[in-house]
């Protein structure tokens, strides 16, 4: 079993950074693949980023490909998401997730943090 906890969630205005993070707890973290999903308002919830269990291979979403950085620090139980260039359109609850890397799906979840971008 794994919980995981987001927070770095904010309101910002356009084209300023927030570095959002997810701590987890339970055994063996370092065996989970791990990703950031979002949800807008009236849309459905989308991937972002993933990360695989060694951190050695990540892959984006082509609308925050060269604004976003996944990236974790097993030691920690963290995963981080550095989001620069913020636009409106980003603006979702960002939500965390995890999945140990042999299984197909994401199975455990954050509770959210709400990103806000203003124009």
């Known amino acids: 079993q794994v919980q995981l906890v987001e927070s770095g969630g904010g309101l910002v205005q356009a084209g300023d950074s927030l570095r959002l993070s997810c701590v987890a707890s339970?055994?063996?973290?370092?065996?989970?693949?791990m990703a950031w999903f979002r949800q807008a308002p009236g849309k459905e919830r989308e991937n972002v980023a993933t990360?695989?269990?060694?951190?050695?291979?990540?892959s984006y979403a082509d609308f925050v490909k060269g604004r976003f950085t996944i990236s974790r620090v097993n030691a920690k139980n963290t995963v981080y998401l550095q989001m620069n260039s913020l636009r409106p359109d980003d603006t979702a609850v960002y939500y965390c997730a995890a999945k140990q890397f042999f299984t197909p799906k994401y199975n455990y979840w954050g509770q959210g943090t709400q990103v806000t971008v203003s124009s």
């Open positions: 990360i695989r269990w060694r951190g050695d291979s990540t």
């Open positions: 339970g055994r063996a973290f370092s065996n989970y693949d």
